[in-house]
């Protein structure tokens, strides 16, 4: 039996090729398979085709003047940036206890979540890290989107376990908090490389660290904006 | 050793693709163009984060969608459900073939915009701009497991939708 994701994956040329040569036979001794296959690769090349009669299109004057005729200020060397960019990521989970403690000496408050004058964006309670203030209130009320301020909410999901976990950004870091007694318990904290705007952190999407830490905490999918409300409403039980 | 050139070059091949990917988000060929002039905007701003060496096209995609989101996030997810779609314009030279080209882009086009959004972008980057499903989840944030299950209801969706 040839589950659908693996017969798409099948048909988009996404399995390994001893995987794919079993599906193959599978397809070619079932008539329905066959056939779904025909289907599917006619849909495909039929809205592919639709969309395709754009790509010789002429392309608005505006945006070729756009693109050839750059503001000056925006030509910037790029061994310049790159130099600026070095990555200078915080350890992942492994080093949390470490890291816990640096934060509990108050010292990276500021620079790592901002943060309210004498309120940091997280406490250390019980030898575990929680969400404060300004982070706290984001991630109990903002919904992915509607950015307030400088932090933005990416994906809430329910981990292993059943809690509702929200990922969040900032243009100096980005995270990943879980719901545990009622209160935000952090799982992550990188912070951001230093001298990224923020909408190269927008278009960079997720921090790779982030990303993994998220597929490894994740149950199923994460859930949609009408899904996230309901989260909301329901107090993120 | 990169040239500042290049990225002007790489970005004006990839122009008719972004117009492309632009399409097949929006809702009518009017929005469309006002995403790629965004898309464009917010990557020239940006440049200087593209990190030579790396994909140019899902950098700038991952622009696009972003800035799509937001478009539709600040628009209101009520709105942009029911909205009619609108003639597709402004398809190639040839009065003729822009007439045949549009009916078949505008059926494309609402067939699409029927998709709900999560499962539209992901049609449009794997099954029309041709990404894979592992840089399909790069560009769009999203674990690749989430990537082709939503692949899976969508595909399921157009192929009712285009046998109509």
């Known amino acids: ?237 | 050793m990169e040239s500042p050139l290049s990225f002007e070059d790489g970005l004006t091949t990839l122009l008719p693709r972004l117009r492309r990917f632009a399409h097949t988000l929006s809702r009518n060929a009017a929005d469309a163009d006002d995403l790629v002039q965004a898309a464009v905007e917010r990557a020239l701003r940006s440049r200087a984060q593209w990190e030579a060496g790396t994909r140019l096209d899902s950098w700038l995609y991952r622009i696009m969608r972003n800035l799509w989101i937001d478009t539709v996030r600040s628009r209101g997810r009520r709105e942009d459900l029911h909205a009619p779609v609108e003639e597709a314009e402004r398809i190639g030279e040839d009065p003729r073939t822009a007439l045949e080209a549009s009916i078949d882009l505008k059926r494309a086009m609402a067939a699409m915009q029927r998709l709900p959004e999560e499962q539209r972008e992901v049609v449009a980057l794997i099954l029309i701009e041709g990404f894979g499903y592992r840089e399909c989840s790069e560009i769009l944030a999203l674990p690749i497991g989430t990537v082709s299950s939503r692949l899976v209801r969508g595909r399921l969706a157009l192929l009712q939708m285009m046998g109509e």
Request: with cysteine; aromatic share 6%; net charge negative.
């Open chain 1, 1 to 237: 039996m040839v589950s659908d994701e693996r017969f798409f994956a099948w048909l988009d040329g996404e399995l390994e090729p001893e995987d794919a040569a079993r599906v193959e036979t599978d397809v070619a001794a079932d008539p329905r398979l066959s056939a779904m296959a025909a289907e599917h690769r006619a849909m495909q090349a039929q809205l592919k085709g639709a969309f395709d009669s754009l790509l010789d299109a002429p392309v608005s004057g505006s945006i070729l003047a756009a693109v050839r005729n750059p503001p000056q200020a925006h030509v910037v060397d790029f061994a310049q940036a790159k130099a600026r960019r070095e990555p200078r990521r915080w350890p992942s989970t492994a080093q949390w206890g470490a890291m816990a403690a640096t934060l509990a000496n108050g010292i990276l408050l500021g620079t790592v979540v901002p943060h309210e004058r004498g309120a940091g964006p997280v406490e250390v309670q019980g030898g575990k890290l929680y969400a404060a203030s300004a982070l706290n209130r984001a991630l109990d009320t903002q919904l992915a989107g509607t950015p307030s301020g400088d932090l933005r909410i990416g994906l809430t999901f329910r981990d292993q376990a059943g809690a509702i976990c929200r990922s969040f950004t900032s243009s100096a870091s980005s995270g990943l908090a879980c719901r545990e007694n009622g209160r935000w318990q952090m799982r992550g904290l990188f912070a951001a490389p230093e001298g990224q705007s923020s909408d190269y952190r927008m278009a960079a999407g997720m921090d790779p660290n982030l990303a993994a830490l998220v597929d490894s905490t994740i149950a199923g999918e994460p859930l949609d904006a009408a899904g996230e409300k309901a989260a909301r409403s329901n107090g993120w039980r």
